[in-house]
């Protein structure tokens, strides 16, 4: 009976050394799992810290980026008081207001002086100052010399003289 009793107790202490083992592994794993949530706790610090620097980078560089558009729109501002633009223009506008002039005058004399002038060379001047007429007859002069005139480009021609409601020519269309 003391051998039953000692061979129960030798099961009782297998079963006591077994769960003593699974505790242990128990332990072991918890262990593990708290070093890799601290090792991920440190891993989110480190990119947090990353996070922080890029922040005071891009808040340094929208602050640079203020200080040269407020510079550049300062140097434009102050350009566009020191250009006189009006001048610029009134260049341009000088020829055109002279020769509107020039129009208006031929319109506007007696009836014996405007049968000198015909209404053709009238839309001539008017041709020759407000399209594109030189650049016209450049163009062509360069088209014919190629002699590349196609069915489709006469049509369209046809098309854009059929749907013209006077006999001025295309200048007049394009101004």
């Known amino acids: 009976e003391a051998c039953r009793h000692a061979l129960t107790l030798a099961k009782k202490c297998e079963i006591i050394t077994e ?5 242990q592994n128990v332990e072991q794993e918890t ?3 708290a070093d890799n949530v601290g090792q991920l706790l440190q891993e989110a610090q ?8 890029s922040c005071l980078h891009l808040a340094d560089l929208a602050e640079k980026v203020d200080r040269d558009a407020t510079g550049l729109s300062e140097e434009v501002s102050s350009i566009v008081h020191t250009i ?15 020769q509107l002039g020039t129009l208006s ?7 014996s002086n405007f049968d000198n002038v015909s209404l053709d060379i009238l839309f001539n001047e008017l041709e020759l100052c407000y399209t594109m007429a030189s ?10 010399s190629q002699h590349l005139t196609t069915s ?24």
């Open 19 to 23: 769960h003593a083992r699974h505790l």
């Open 31 to 33: 262990n593990a799992s």
């Open 46 to 53: 480190s990119r947090m810290a990353n996070l922080d620097v």
């Open 84 to 98: 006189d633009i009006g001048e610029i223009f009134q260049g341009e506008l000088a020829p055109v207001l002279e």
């Open 105 to 111: 005058r031929c319109v506007g004399q007696d009836d």
């Open 135 to 144: 650049e016209r007859k450049l163009h062509q002069s360069f088209l014919s």
């Open 152 to 175: 489709g480009d006469l049509a369209e021609e046809d098309e854009w003289a059929a749907k013209r409601q006077h006999d001025l020519g295309d200048n007049v269309d394009l101004f």
